[in-house]
């Protein structure tokens, strides 16, 4: 329902009815104000702004040297661009990790500086401790297993995780334990289509899968992925929706060849004065 024409937002609770009527739920990854714009009136469910955008955005080597700052402003970006989407924000390397009070001041600041309406963390272990702590805050939690880029290093690199046995049970216990801490969602990342299968049939509550089968109940790519902008190789569970970077490299480079050619700007593209206004300049300056 909406009323005078707007979209009524998302509700967690929205997004418990979807799993439970196997609906898919849609989330993306963005980082400014126009893409949040378009992202919810194509109709997402979610938008995360990610830590991606340290690599996507900033133009750094990995996730985990964009800071709490960064974060904040371009979170700020994406809330003033939804009317209906939930937004979920990403707690950089290094803001909660150290103990429950860093976490829960650190998911204070997305939800009351940036208008989050959840947060998410990474990892099990120690960040079980820190998802607990934030959800008895107050704030709705977001857990993040297999693939979690800010421990890339030492998970051998940006590979896909859980592919034994021993190593898809760890995954799944970080699952159930972050359910257990109280998170309302959990992403899955790169792990094989079968360890998702195991975890829907013991969780209860939404998981987003990237790059880890059609059985999770949604998914998220990330903004500049799945429209083609980011370039460099994709990962496996990318799929290019369109060709935007190609476009805009055709588009800028047709404004600089017309630049230069003198095409542009025509006529067309400026701005006049009246005859006898400009009569009046040049008699104007003609007395000075």
Known sequence: MSVAGVPR???????????????PIVMVTA??????????????????VGDSAAMTVLGYSSTVPVTMDEMLMLTR?????????????DLPFGSYE??????????????????????????????VDRARAI?????????????????????GGYRA??????????????????????CSLIVLEAIPSEVTSLLQERLTIPTIGIGAGAD?????LVWHDLLGIYGGPAAKFVKRYADVRAASEAGV????????????????????????????????????
């Open 9 to 23: 937002p998302l509700t967690l609770g929205d997004l418990a009815a979807k799993k439970d009527a196997g609906e």
């Open 31 to 48: 980082y400014d104000h126009p893409s949040a714009q378009i992202a919810d009136e194509a109709g997402v469910d979610m938008v995360l």
């Open 77 to 89: 970006a994406v809330r003033r661009g939804l009317t209906r989407a939930l937004l979920v924000g």
């Open 98 to 127: 150290a103990s429950d009070s860093l976490a829960v001041q650190t998911a204070q600041r997305f939800v009351k500086e940036a208008g989050c309406d959840l947060v998410k963390l990474e990892r099990g272990g120690t960040t």
């Open 135 to 155: 959800v008895a805050a107050g704030i709705p939690v977001v857990g993040h297993v297999g693939l979690t880029p800010q421990s890339a290093t030492a998970l």
């Open 161 to 182: 995780q859980g592919r034994t046995a021993d190593a898809a049970l760890a995954v799944i216990d970080d699952a159930l334990a972050l359910q257990d801490a109280g």
């Open 216 to 220: 999770a109940d949604g998914q998220v």
């Open 253 to 288: 480079a047709e404004y600089a060849r017309e630049v230069r050619s003198g095409k542009y700007p025509a006529p067309e593209h400026g701005y006049g004065m009246p005859a006898d206004e400009v009569a009046k300049l040049k008699e104007l300056l003609a007395g000075r």
